[in-house]
């Protein structure tokens, strides 16, 4: 298995531009989880979805941040307008049932300027 | 809600020698604690972890422990080598084995040559 893909792996764009980001899960998998990472803040946990259905948006900081899962194949963490301080490593990762390990991406950088 | 604090957040020992990170969290019901190693330009990787039913777990170099009543557990690597050094973190459930964690902020280990 090619694990999970996220693209871009970075992205620089200006203050007030959409960013979106997009994520590939490990097929079978039922979860999939976006994070956030900065030097401040460490791992943050900004939504997670199962079986393609959102269960816990609480972490997502602010409406400028939105994250959808069309198919069991596919999601995207979209940020509109963004904002330098969104400058972070997000990270996508999936895992099967209860399981407990999360399997992370390779993360996209973004960087707003 | 869940905290989990971690020390220390940087750790430098010689190769051979053996390293140990600990971490606390406050939520009782907290059931499973993952570790997870991040190196470089690389999502989090589950390197051991450890249920509430168990007091220690070992993996060939590494091992955990669990201390339910004073709720804190550690890592433990021997024979440190050059490609155990990376950002190590710690993470626990929140409630009952949930498939939702907080993450310690991270413990950089260098292991020098």
């Known amino acids: 298995d090619a694990g999970v893909i996220q693209s871009p792996r970075h992205e620089v764009t200006e203050m007030g531009q959409e960013v979106t980001l997009r994520c590939k899960p490990i097929?079978?998998?039922?979860?999939l989880f976006w994070y956030r990472q900065t030097m401040m803040r460490g791992l943050e946990l900004l939504i997670y979805f199962n079986n393609n259905v959102p269960i816990d948006d609480s972490g997502m900081p602010e409406d400028r941040f939105s994250a959808k899962m069309p198919n069991a194949s596919f999601s995207t963490l979209k940020i509109q307008p963004s904002e330098p301080r969104d400058s972070a490593v997000y990270f996508c990762?999936?895992?099967?049932?209860?399981?407990?390990?999360?399997?992370f991406g390779e993360g996209s950088r973004l960087t707003v300027l | 809600g869940e905290n989990v604090e971690q020390h220390p957040s940087t750790l430098s020992v010689q190769e051979g020698d053996s390293a140990v990170i600990k971490c606390t969290y406050s939520?009782?019901?907290?059931?499973?604690f993952p570790w997870y190693k991040q190196e470089l330009g690389k999502g989090p990787q589950l390197i051991i972890d450890?249920?509430?039913?168990?007091g220690e777990k070992k993996d060939q170099r590494i091992a955990v422990t669990l201390n339910k009543t004073a709720k804190h557990f550690s890592l433990h690597i021997t024979e440190t080598q050059p490609e155990d050094s990376a950002v190590y973190f710690c993470a626990a459930s929140i409630g009952n084995y949930g498939q939702n964690f907080v993450f310690g902020p991270g413990t950089r280990l260098s292991v020098l040559p």
């Open positions: 097929s079978g998998h039922d979860y």
């Open positions: 450890i249920r509430s039913n168990v």
């Open positions: 990762a999936s895992s099967l049932g209860n399981t407990g390990e999360l399997f």
């Open positions: 939520d009782s019901a907290s059931n499973y």
